[in-house]
């Protein structure tokens, strides 16, 4: 069993930066794949990043935002840079066995959200 626990969200002007961290609990988080996925008012939950022994990115964060993980702390981050108002949503953490995916149904464990707000 995995426990997801996201920080680091909050408010921020149009061209800011946030970090956003995800710490996990299990002695196996190297073995997990983890990603980010965001979930805005009234749309369904997409893919932002992915990240394993590789990363991977949804077109519309590409260049901008950037996953990385710390396997002694068992963390995750993603550093979002440049943003903009339409990235604004809750941002969660999961994590699966499988190598990586890119669907939400391909993760087992979820933290419980942060949410980013960006002003125009």
């Known amino acids: 069993q995995v426990q997801l626990v996201e920080s680091g969200g909050g408010l921020v002007q149009a061209g800011g930066s946030l970090r956003l961290s995800c710490a996990t609990s299990?002695?196996?988080?190297?073995?997990?794949?983890m990603a980010w996925f965001r979930q805005a008012p009234g749309k369904e939950r997409e893919f932002v990043a992915a990240?394993?022994?590789?990363?991977y990115y949804a077109d519309s964060v590409k260049g901008r935002f950037t996953i990385s993980r710390d396997n002694a702390k068992n963390t995750v981050y993603l550093q979002m840079n440049s943003l903009k108002p339409e990235d604004t949503a809750v941002y969660y953490c999961?994590?699966?066995?499988?190598?990586?995916?890119?669907?939400?149904?391909?993760?087992?464990?979820w933290g419980q959200g942060t949410q980013v707000t960006v002003s125009s």
């Open positions: 299990g002695r196996t988080f190297k073995s997990y794949a």
């Open positions: 999961a994590a699966t066995e499988l190598d990586y995916g890119l669907g939400y149904e391909e993760y087992d464990y």
């Open positions: 990240i394993n022994w590789s990363t």
